[in-house]
């Protein structure tokens, strides 16, 4: 007894007392947009540059899952992306900056900032940059779980501008914080678009300085920030004892929120800031859209 009571502390001292502890999975993560590494896509061409921020193409991938991508393309002047259309993720674009040309199952649409469309999985469907300034928009894609009864494409192309969207407070948060709810999921009626399966929330918040949405947390649905104007303290990490983890951003930085990881925003500064928020159910709990 006495030679097995020594070997199993000789196996439990180094875990207790070892000098490194190593984090399994992170609870939430930060890139910055302007240092995110273009990455060849499918939808890549020498005119289309693709950004990856979260999903495909990043380097940490363990915690991000409805997540199938998250990254911002430029389109040079006169250039063109390659269409693509996936059959297990819908996706929603957001232009940031510039005019372009979208195609939809064949049908073009002329796109400007602000613009944001919602792209169903099985349709074909590209962007391009007639103009000549360059083309600036937010990829977002969403994993469709297999099993899923996917509905049928709409015939047209669903399409709207933030600046149609009215300003509202959101029940839960201070007024301090206002919402632009642009789109939701299709069993949706507060959003101006309401089409997403996996998708439950795209809307652009704007804080009032010194407003903030007040920290909290979700536990069906990831989450992303992206920080458009102006600067605060994001809420990224902590737990229900009150400690916040803040850490200072401004335009162009990003962050992935998994499940239950504290998110928030406090506005710093003595102007309007304004940020793009999307979520998306994790684990999918919609049972209407399964086999």
């Not at 007392?17 to 890139?31: C, D, K, Q, S, Y």
């Not at 195609?103 to 944001?116: E, N, R």
């Not at 407070?169 to 919402?179: C, I, K, L, N, R």
Request: hydrophobic share 35%.
């Amino acid at each position: 007894m006495k030679s097995l009571a020594f070997t199993f502390l000789l196996v439990t001292v180094p875990c207790v007392f070892g000098a490194e502890r190593t984090v399994v999975a992170p609870t939430w993560l930060h890139r910055k947009v302007a240092d995110a590494p273009e990455k060849p896509t499918d939808i890549s061409t020498p005119s289309c540059h693709y950004k990856a921020i979260f999903g495909a193409g990043d380097s940490e991938t363990r915690i991000v899952r409805s997540v199938a991508r998250f990254g911002e393309v430029i389109i040079d002047p006169k250039g063109q992306c390659k269409d693509v259309s996936y059959p297990g993720e819908e996706q929603i674009y957001y232009v940031l900056a510039g005019d372009g040309s979208l195609t939809y199952g064949g049908q073009k649409t002329s796109v400007k900032k602000d613009d944001f469309m919602y792209l169903p999985p099985q349709v074909r469907h590209g962007m391009a940059n007639p103009s000549n300034s360059p083309l600036r928009f937010v990829v977002m894609g969403f994993n469709i779980p297999r099993g899923t009864s996917i509905p049928a494409p709409p015939s047209k192309l669903q399409i709207a501008n933030a600046d149609d969207v009215k300003l509202q407070a959101v029940q839960g948060h201070p007024e301090s914080t206002q919402y632009r709810l642009l789109l939701g999921g299709k069993k949706g009626t507060r959003d101006k678009l309401d089409c997403g399966i996996v998708v439950t929330s795209l809307f652009v918040m704007e804080f009032a300085p010194d407003g903030t949405n007040f920290p909290h947390h979700h536990d069906t649905a990831e989450e992303i920030y992206l920080v458009l104007d102006g600067h605060g303290d994001m809420v990224a990490g902590g737990g229900d004892n009150g400690v916040e983890g803040l850490h200072p951003s401004s335009a162009g930085d990003a962050y992935f929120f998994r499940l239950n990881s504290t998110v928030g925003f406090y506005n710093r500064g003595k102007t309007k800031a304004h940020i793009l928020a999307v979520r998306s159910w994790y684990p999918f709990p919609n049972r209407e859209y399964q086999n």
